[in-house]
């Protein structure tokens, strides 16, 4: 962003700076408007995604640590609230956020449905959401961090394809909200494109606890590729169950949109080796930011960090790189610094923000599960295989008019 500017002095200054070899917001934060602003992040720290929503609080936190390190002038003042996974109560403490701190920007929450009431409040509050996930309703104060869906069931898909041409009869065991039911429009849509049978499909509640009776229809079907279409525990599950029937012995296990190294450290490497994951973000990602925040985080945890985390830092990153340009404080001056803007220097490279529709066009990473006897440390259970652009045709996201400020 600042061409002028000798890009490795910034580098050694940062890695000195504070006794951290982190290196984010590297050029923009020395233009950061000076003063005080509030952000908000809206984490599910109970209910279903309770373990993700902690994660994703360690990542918004560890973004702030490392801008306040860099930035002078502008303070941060980070609040979090509980969305609970459930909608009236996220738009609650939204509101009531809104109201007491002024906060000028929203970082979350998780699930679909409870970010897109979050995004009509947003709206209407004249507020910047920033959030990773799916599909939202297009407004100007609306941001997506994560790629758009179709680019990781793209990724995924033709990565198996390729990999297993023979492989021509898929299944679709898929959670029945949202999330599972966009997956599997798409896959329908690139099992036409490349020539697949989609031979089987079933649908299960959120948080299903038993999956034995969908792995014998499954099992009946014989396909060579099975699609899991859902996240979290869920996933861990519906993998652990479809080993126990030798299922994963028999065809391809293919999870398009996961949380990447937390899908694999829930289970044994015996149970996901070979099992391919896409992931918006995965630990191992080959960038100075990347590699900074993941080893700062294990150091620190004891754990590496999955999506979740990575989403939490991620989308925090965008809204604190944007007040780093704007011009002001405001909301709509965060809007305006934000359309448009672009940069390699984030936790999963280069990024840029479509100023039409407020998607953020960056990678997407697919993984594979290692054997067991590859397996060196007790977070080396995959590696990237693949990494995806996040560019998709312009009519996927159908943003035809993203409104006024």
Same mark, same amino acid.
């Given at each position: 962003?600042?061409?002028?500017?000798?890009?490795?002095?910034?580098? $050694?200054?940062?890695?000195?700076?504070?006794?951290?070899?982190?290196?984010?917001?590297?050029?923009?934060?020395?233009?950061?408007?000076?003063?005080?602003? =509030?952000?908000?992040?809206? *984490?599910?720290?109970?209910?279903?995604?309770?373990?993700?929503?902690?994660?994703?609080?360690?990542?918004?936190? @560890?973004?702030?640590?490392?801008?306040?390190?860099?930035?002078?002038?502008?303070?941060?003042?980070?609040? =979090?609230?509980?969305?609970?996974?459930?909608?009236?109560?996220?738009?609650?403490?939204?509101?009531?956020?809104?109201?007491?701190?002024?906060?000028?920007?929203?970082?979350?929450?998780?699930?679909?449905?409870?970010?897109?009431? *979050? =995004?009509?409040?947003?709206?209407? /509050?004249?507020?910047?959401?920033?959030?990773?996930?799916?599909?939202?309703?297009?407004?100007?104060?609306?941001? $997506?961090?994560?790629?758009?869906?179709?680019?990781?069931?793209?990724?995924?898909?033709?990565?198996?394809?390729?990999?297993?041409?023979?492989?021509?009869?898929?299944?679709?065991?898929?959670?029945?909200?949202?999330?599972?039911?966009?997956? /599997?429009?798409?896959?329908?849509?690139?099992?036409?494109?490349?020539?697949?049978?989609?031979?089987?499909?079933?649908?299960?509640?959120?948080?299903?606890?038993?999956?034995?009776?969908? @792995?014998? %229809?499954?099992?009946? &079907?014989?396909?060579?590729?099975?699609?899991?279409?859902?996240?979290?525990?869920?996933?861990?599950?519906?993998?652990?169950?479809?080993?126990?029937?030798?299922?994963?012995?028999?065809?391809?296990?293919? *999870?398009?949109?996961?949380?990447?190294? %937390? #899908?694999?450290?829930?289970?044994?490497?015996?149970?996901?080796?070979?099992?391919?994951?896409?992931?918006?973000?995965?630990?191992?990602?080959?960038?100075?930011?990347?590699?900074?925040?993941?080893?700062?985080?294990?150091?620190?945890?004891?754990?590496?960090?999955?999506?979740? !985390?990575?989403?939490?830092?991620?989308?925090?990153?965008?809204?604190?790189?944007?007040?780093?340009? &704007? %011009?002001? +404080?405001?909301?709509? #001056?965060?809007?305006?610094?934000?359309?448009?803007? /672009?940069?390699?220097?984030?936790?999963?490279?280069?990024?840029?923000?479509? !100023?039409?529709?407020?998607? !953020?066009?960056?990678?997407?990473? *697919?993984?594979?599960?290692?054997?067991?006897?590859?397996?060196?440390?007790?977070?080396? +259970?995959?590696?990237?295989?693949?990494?995806?652009?996040?560019?998709?045709?312009?009519?996927?996201?159908?943003?035809?008019?993203?409104?006024?400020?």
């Amino acid at each position: 962003m600042f061409p002028n500017v000798n890009r490795r002095l910034l580098l $050694q200054g940062a890695a000195a700076l504070a006794g951290t070899s982190a290196m984010p917001f590297m050029g923009s934060i020395a233009r950061a408007a000076q003063g005080e602003v =509030s952000i908000l992040g809206i *984490v599910p720290l109970t209910g279903p995604y309770a373990a993700d929503g902690e994660r994703i609080k360690r990542g918004q936190e @560890m973004a702030i640590e490392d801008f306040n390190q860099r930035s002078t002038g502008l303070k941060i003042n980070y609040i =979090s609230r509980d969305s609970a996974g459930d909608a009236g109560t996220a738009t609650r403490r939204v509101s009531e956020a809104i109201e007491r701190e002024n906060v000028v920007a929203i970082a979350g929450p998780w699930a679909d449905d409870v970010s897109a009431a *979050v =995004s009509e409040l947003a709206l209407r /509050e004249k507020r910047v959401h920033c959030f990773s996930g799916g599909p939202l309703p297009c407004h100007r104060y609306n941001f $997506q961090w994560a790629p758009p869906y179709h680019a990781g069931v793209e990724a995924t898909m033709k990565y198996v394809a390729k990999k297993n041409p023979d492989a021509k009869r898929w299944y679709m065991l898929t959670s029945d909200y949202s999330f599972g039911w966009t997956l /599997e429009e798409l896959e329908k849509k690139f099992a036409e494109e490349l020539g697949i049978e989609i031979v089987g499909s079933q649908r299960h509640v959120l948080g299903e606890r038993e999956f034995s009776p969908y @792995m014998g %229809e499954i099992a009946a &079907a014989r396909p060579d590729v099975i699609l899991v279409n859902n996240f979290g525990l869920d996933t861990a599950q519906s993998l652990r169950t479809a080993h126990s029937f030798g299922l994963s012995q028999q065809a391809k296990i293919l *999870v398009p949109w996961g949380s990447g190294i %937390e #899908d694999y450290i829930r289970l044994d490497p015996s149970i996901t080796q070979g099992v391919v994951i896409g992931s918006a973000f995965y630990y191992t990602i080959d960038n100075p930011i990347a590699k900074s925040f993941s080893e700062r985080y294990i150091e620190r945890f004891d754990e590496a960090p999955g999506y979740p !985390a990575g989403s939490g830092y991620g989308t925090m990153q965008l809204i604190l790189e944007g007040l780093a340009k &704007a %011009e002001g +404080l405001t909301p709509a #001056d965060l809007v305006t610094a934000l359309e448009g803007w /672009e940069s390699n220097d984030t936790v999963v490279g280069p990024t840029r923000i479509g !100023a039409d529709n407020h998607q !953020a066009y960056r990678p997407f990473f *697919v993984t594979e599960g290692k054997a067991p006897n590859e397996v060196e440390n007790k977070f080396d +259970l995959a590696r990237i295989v693949d990494t995806h652009s996040g560019d998709v045709p312009a009519d996927v996201l159908g943003c035809k008019d993203m409104g006024a400020l």
